[in-house]
T-cell receptor, first 116, second 112 residues
Framework: AQSVTQPDIHITVSEGASLELRCNYS??????LFWYVQSPGQGLQLLLK??????LVQGIKGFEAEFKRSQSSFNLRKPSVHWSDAAEYFC??????????????FGAGTRLAVHP | NAGVTQTPKFRILKIGQSMTLQCAQD?????MYWYRQDPGMGLKLIYY???????DKGEVPNGYNVSRSTTEDFPLRLELAAPSQTSVYFC???????????FGEGSWLTVV
């Protein structure tokens, strides 16, 4: 069965430090991959997505992610974290079916705290 | 530039009551979805629709119903609310297969 694993439930970093959030997926074909961010009390905002092509994708707010097929991973990175990046981050896999619809499978999320 | 709009944002229900969460999108998207988010569980798909008049069950459909009479609207009906339905509900839409899914801001529902 398809699944998305975010191994780190909670991460704390200092402001200005680098960040890497891990995401591993289980899926037979090349998936569509997404990172979403959710601030407290807010909806989900798309950070970046990978459909095909260059395996290093750039997103909003200075985030990037790298798709590694051999490791079934799509880790999110940021070179220097800002206090406003404190939020919950969700990795998701977009699945295509013969019926043609697009379904997202989400990981459980990683909550990021930023120390000043 | 409204995108996906959900109402109400907050609601408290008593056990056994019914209610409808409204969702509307103004992007002319064919695909619409309802997810629920429970702490530490990510989002789970309740129902989805690939176009007006077509709906299907997702991962956790029990206790819910949907309808899709127009492209714009995709209401979620809770019949006989139960405490297990206390959650945050997100409506979403996308243009088509392989496209980005856009989320509403969520509806916080508490059943007491």
């Amino acid at each position: 069965a398809q699944s998305v694993t975010q191994p780190d439930i909670h991460i704390t970093v200092s402001e200005g430090a680098s960040l890497e959030l891990r995401c591993n997926y289980s899926y037979g074909a090349t998936p569509y991959l997404f990172w979403y961010v959710q601030s407290p009390g807010q909806g989900l905002q798309l950070l970046l997505k990978y459909f095909s092509g260059d395996t290093l994708v750039q997103g909003i707010k200075g985030f990037e992610a790298e798709f590694k097929r051999s490791q079934s991973s799509f880790n999110l990175r940021k070179p220097s974290v800002h206090w406003s990046d404190a939020a919950e981050y969700f990795c998701a896999v977009g699945l295509m079916f013969s019926g043609g619809y697009n379904k997202l499978i989400f990981g459980a999320g990683t909550r990021l705290a930023v120390h000043p | 530039n409204a995108g996906v709009t959900q109402t109400p944002k907050f609601r408290i229900l008593k056990i056994g009551q019914s209610m409808t969460l409204q969702c509307a999108q103004d992007m002319n998207h064919n695909y619409m979805y309802w997810y629920r988010q429970d702490p530490g569980m990510g989002l789970k798909l309740i129902y989805y629709s690939v176009g007006a008049g077509i709906t299907d069950k997702g991962e956790v459909p029990n206790g819910y119903n949907v309808s899709r009479s127009t492209t714009e609207d995709f209401p979620l009906r809770l019949e006989l609310a139960a405490p297990s339905q206390t959650s945050v509900y997100f409506c979403a839409s996308s243009e088509g297969t392989g496209n980005t899914i856009y989320f509403g801001e969520g509806s916080w529902l508490t059943v007491v």
